[in-house]
């Protein structure tokens, strides 16, 4: 069965330190992935998603960018975090339409 | 801008009643609509999706219904349980190959014993 795979749960950082999440899902081949971003009591923001290796589109100009180095790895990067890059980070892939997204478990970002 | 619309009030009802929650949107076509719940915490969870020409989804106690006219889905919690206590989420996709969605706010729901 497939799984996603996605840490830290949680991770306090200082503005202006770098950033580093990962997500991973087995038990599929070329997913589309995505990451996304819920500011407390709102709705989910749509920052990257990614139809394949490489691939990458942004949906928001931010201080964030993505990478896709391998067909089912996901990763949401910072080169310098600011205070409005606190969050909670979610990735999740999808494969066909017919199924929905599957959402990895979340990664609490507090940036102080 | 495409601006996805859900009861920013959370609702709290009886065990055991049917409750309905709203998703309206203004700008946008999409081909598909999704409902989730997600728990404090937690990614959001799959529930139910319809299409553009489907009028109405059932999935156990849940009814999903989509009028394209009026730009609105209805979800039905039918018998509810305090474990459906959560917060619901809709939302919309076009027919392409990213399967991107986009998500509205969400209406938390409370169900009390």
């Known amino acids: 069965s497939q799984t996603i795979h996605q840490w830290p749960a949680t991770l306090v950082q200082p503005v202006g330190s770098p950033l580093s999440l990962e997500c991973t899902v087995e038990?599929?081949?070329?997913?589309?992935l995505y990451w996304y971003r819920q500011a407390a009591g709102r709705g989910l923001q749509l920052l990257f998603y990614?139809?394949?290796?490489?691939?990458i589109s942004s949906e928001v100009p931010q201080n964030l960018s993505a990478s896709r180095p391998q067909d089912r790895q996901f990763i949401l990067s910072s080169k310098k975090l600011l205070l409005s890059d606190s969050g909670f980070y979610l990735c999740a892939w999808s494969r066909e339409r017919n199924y929905g997204y599957t959402f990895g478990s979340g990664t609490r970002l507090t940036v102080v | 801008s495409q601006k996805i619309e859900q009861n920013s009030e959370a609702l709290n009802i009886q065990e055991g009643k049917t409750d309905t929650l709203t998703c309206n949107y203004t700008n946008y076509s999409p081909a598909y609509l999704e409902w989730y719940r997600q728990d404090p915490g937690r990614g959001p969870v799959f529930l139910l999706l319809?299409?553009?020409?489907?009028k109405e989804k059932r999935k156990e106690r849940l009814k999903v219904t989509f009028d394209t006219t009026l730009k609105q889905s209805l979800f039905h919690i039918t018998a509810s349980q305090p474990a459906d206590s959560a917060t619901y989420l809709c939302?919309?996709?076009?027919?392409?190959?990213?399967?991107?969605?986009?998500f509205g706010s969400g209406t938390r729901l409370l169900v009390r014993p």
């Open positions: 038990g599929t081949s070329n997913p589309n």
């Open positions: 319809i299409r553009e020409n489907e």
């Open positions: 990614s139809v394949g290796i490489g691939q």
């Open positions: 939302a919309l996709g076009r027919m392409d190959s990213s399967y991107k969605l986009i």
